[in-house]
């Protein structure tokens, strides 16, 4: 009776342990076969997606590699140590990428990436990720309109403080009516870093 | 062979998994807010289906009854594991639309549900036919439904093929109005409730006739 018993338990314990084994094996067979082109497809997307932050003729290093670890600051909003890529030219750093944080989105943190040169101007700006409206707010994405272009080229040097706000709040950018709070999040964001950018500028730049 | 029309038009009509069986809701409805979403996600959970049922079935006789279900989700779990090891290798731009629902497919209780009622009970090749017409059964409706909520929230069909075939396949999308404004409830998750129940009153419709 008692050794039925054990007997049933040892087949069933024996047969979840051989399909657990064959499962994990296989798993771990293309783990390995996909690691390389995930690492290298993420790269890409990675690269893509930060050259339309800095053209990719403005620079010659390896942006995705070259970064350095900035310290939580209230001007970026970040919480954490975050990475700023630095593109170079020649040895010479041109420009730097910050991700900015808006904290005051509509619904939560928009997050951007904003391209910013040694004469603190804008080279461009692109959403990472918001939640904001679909169909209303979201017109800060590149794929829904070509609102974040207006940043384009824009600089402290051009612009006062004044200027960095939405039409309705006397400043110079457009907006769509209905929707205020997400590009007023957005500007104040893209202000923010290029406060940063000034500030830390040696420290950004130097080699 | 009529073994395997019969399997086809269950899984297409008689009892198609979303709009007659009903499982596998929750990708269902949150995934088609454009058609391109929607066939993807139905393709990839047809191919798990496929695979999970083919796979499932010569071993059928080999696991044991108190530990069946387990074996079949760790073989559902590995083989979704891979499928979404090989698209974030191949296919990275479809990978991030979809997101979070190819890992979900595990748990999407259709998958289960096949393998368990089917394949367990049935040889290999009919097994491995019910889990590839439920999922392209499943796969016609996320289309639909998908197409059907693009079509009306955005005034566009096929938007974000370019994620599939590069980005000259742009021109294939189909725009309806030159200046559209929107209509959000579809694209937001109630649109996906009302067009769901519109197929099915629609098949309903067909079935009485």
Known sequence: ?207 | MSDIKKIALDGFWKQNPGVVQLLGLCPTLAITTSMINGISLGIATALVMAISNASVSPIRKLIPTEIRVPVFILIIASLVTIIDFSMHAFIEPLYKALGIFIPLIVTNCIVLARVESFAAKNATTPSFFDGLFMGLGLAIVLALLGGLREFFGKGTLLSGIDLILGPSANNLVIHFFSDYRGFLLAILPPGAFIVLACLIALKNRIELR
């Open chain 1, 1 to 207: 009776m008692l050794i039925d018993y054990f007997k049933k338990i040892s087949t069933t314990v024996g047969a979840m342990i051989i399909f657990a084994l064959l499962a994990s094996t296989a798993l771990s067979i293309f783990y390995f076969i996909t690691k390389s082109p995930i690492d290298e497809s993420d790269a890409k997307a990675k690269r893509l997606f930060l050259n339309q932050v800095i053209p990719a003729n403005l620079y010659d290093n390896n942006l995705v590699k070259d970064t350095i670890s900035v310290e939580p600051d209230p001007l970026l909003g970040n919480k954490k140590n975050i990475d700023i890529y630095r593109a170079k030219k020649n040895n010479q750093v041109i420009a730097v990428i910050i991700e900015a944080i808006a904290p005051d989105g509509y619904s939560g943190e928009i997050k951007t990436l904003v391209g910013i040169d040694q004469e603190d101007k804008v080279l461009g700006v692109r959403v990472i990720t918001h939640r904001e409206t679909p169909g209303l707010g979201d017109y800060i994405e590149i794929d829904k309109s070509q609102w974040i272009k207006n940043f384009d080229l824009t600089s402290l040097a051009k612009m006062n403080a004044k200027q960095w706000a939405v039409k309705k709040d006397g400043g110079d950018f457009d907006y769509v009516s209905g929707a205020t709070i997400t590009p007023r999040a957005v500007i104040k964001s893209t202000y923010k870093s290029l406060l940063y950018t000034k500030e830390n500028k040696k420290r950004l730049f130097a080699l």
